[in-house]
């Protein structure tokens, strides 16, 4: 037994029956629900979570930053108090040889002024004697050398000249003469007798 509408759907407007009383009526809507406040707390852990990570990836990387900045800034600042160092260093060679020669300059100065002094106080008999006697002892010298090295040849052997331990060489001062004819008697070509040296 049912009841029916007029110009009404058996199925959803029809009156109620036995076998259809699960059908009948209006469809529920469907109802919209905001978070729960457990899923709440979820979230803003995770968020709380997820900004710390990002603040300590941004000051780790600030102070990796600032630590190579300062490193580059240490390493310029060394090469430039290098550059310093040693441009001070070439500045004080510089004037320590400007020193050393200005002193060698003064000093030359002061001995020729004593020499100069020297010389003006005295008599010109006695300057012309001290230069004479200065000659003399020049002379004497290189005559007492000459006679030292004629004496010394006379006892040099052949076999020491031919070995190589004696080396004969001109003395200071010596002449040479005119070199003797092939075939000619003299031994000593080119030099005077006594003119041999070791």
Known sequence: MSFLVEGGSPGRDGAWNVYGREASGPRAVP???????????????????????????????LARTAAEEAAKKAAEEA????????????????????????AERAAAEERARQEVLKFKGKPLH????????????????????????????????????????????????ATPVAATPPGGSSSHQGYEAGDINF
């Open 31 to 61: 109802q919209l629900q905001g978070p729960t406040e457990e899923e709440r707390a979820v979230r803003r852990a995770r968020f709380a979570e997820r900004r710390l990570r990002e603040e300590a990836r941004l000051k780790a990387q």
């Open 126 to 173: 006695e300057k012309l004697e001290e230069e004479y006697e200065k000659v003399q002892k020049a002379e004497e010298q290189e005559r007492k050398t000459r006679y030292e090295q004629t004496t010394a040849q006379r006892h040099v052997r052949p076999a020491q000249i031919i070995s190589g331990q004696v080396v004969i060489k001109p003395l200071p001062g």
């Open 79 to 102: 090469r430039l108090e290098a550059r310093r160092a040693a441009l001070r260093e070439r500045i004080a060679r510089q004037h320590q040889a400007v020193a050393a020669e200005a």
